[in-house]
Antibody, heavy 120, light 110 residues
Framework: EVQLVESGGGLIEPGGSLRLSCVASGLTFSDAWMSWVRQAPGKGLEYIGLIKARSDGGTTNYAGPVEGRFIISRDDPRNTLYLQMNSLKTEDTGVYYC???????????WGQGTLVTVSS | QSALTQPASVSGSPGQSITISCTGTSSDVGNYNLVSWYLQYPGKAPKLMIYEVTKRPSGVSTRFSGSKSGNTASLTISGLQAEDEADYYCCSYAHSSPYVFGSGTKVTVL
């Protein structure tokens, strides 16, 4: 069974930086395409970005609202996915989920999420 | 990339069938057979229910089915049960994004 565990969320002031982690188990992490999805309080799901497996180029792709501010990376030996968030805005507040991308247009495993609150 | 359009709420009585629509454009839903659907209970992570428009992951009830026509995808829940009461989101591959989610639909079992 795939397990994804996010951590690193918390309260941060606008303009600050935060790094989230997602530790994976139950899968061959180095072969997995991984994504981040967030959900503002009381709102819907919003795709943030993905990172492909190193064997597929290891490239990243980001949604417009976070491009240039957020960076997705991976440490395959540690089975860990990262989301570096810079220049945070109040509208970045929400629960951040990591998820596996099944290459079939779906996210088939999800973590429990970690809450990020951007506020002064 | 704008969110895909879903009805805010859909309701039905136990045993009935309901359908949730998900309307996009020719740049996403209409151009790719990569539409997925997710169920989310309050305070919980989403769960994949349908992928590639019509396919069910192992373990998902056959009461859930997906379809697509033009720029609109649909999720049908047949034999509605109390446990189906949740929020549902569609998602489509979109060349520019590359994924876009729907606005979400709250399903109420009367």
């Amino acid at each position: 069974e795939v397990q994804l565990v996010e951590s690193g969320g918390g309260l941060i002031e606008p303009g600050g930086s935060l790094r989230l982690s997602c530790v994976a188990s139950g899968l061959t992490f180095s072969d997995a395409w991984m994504s981040w999805v967030r959900q503002a309080p009381g709102k819907g799901l919003e795709y943030i970005g993905l990172i492909k497996a190193r064997s597929d180029g290891g490239t990243t792709n980001y949604a417009g609202p976070v491009e240039g501010r957020f960076i997705i990376s991976r440490d395959d030996p540690r089975n860990t996915l990262y989301l570096q968030m810079n220049s945070l805005k109040t509208e970045d507040t929400g629960v951040y989920y990591c998820a596996t991308d099944d290459h079939k247009g779906g996210f088939d495993s999800w973590g429990q999420g970690t809450l990020v609150t951007v506020s002064s | 990339q704008s969110a895909l359009t879903q009805p805010a709420s859909v309701s039905g009585s136990p045993g009935q069938s309901i359908t949730i629509s998900c309307t996009g454009t020719s740049s996403d839903v209409g151009n790719y057979n990569l539409v997925s659907w997710y169920l989310q209970y309050p305070g919980k992570a989403p769960k994949l229910m349908i992928y590639e428009v019509t396919k069910r992951p192992s373990g998902v009830s056959t009461r859930f089915s997906g379809s697509k026509s033009g720029n609109t995808a649909s999720l049908t829940i047949s034999g509605l049960q109390a446990e189906d009461e949740a929020d549902y989101y569609c998602c489509s591959y979109a060349h520019s994004s590359p994924y876009v989610f729907g606005s979400g639909t709250k399903v109420t079992v009367l």
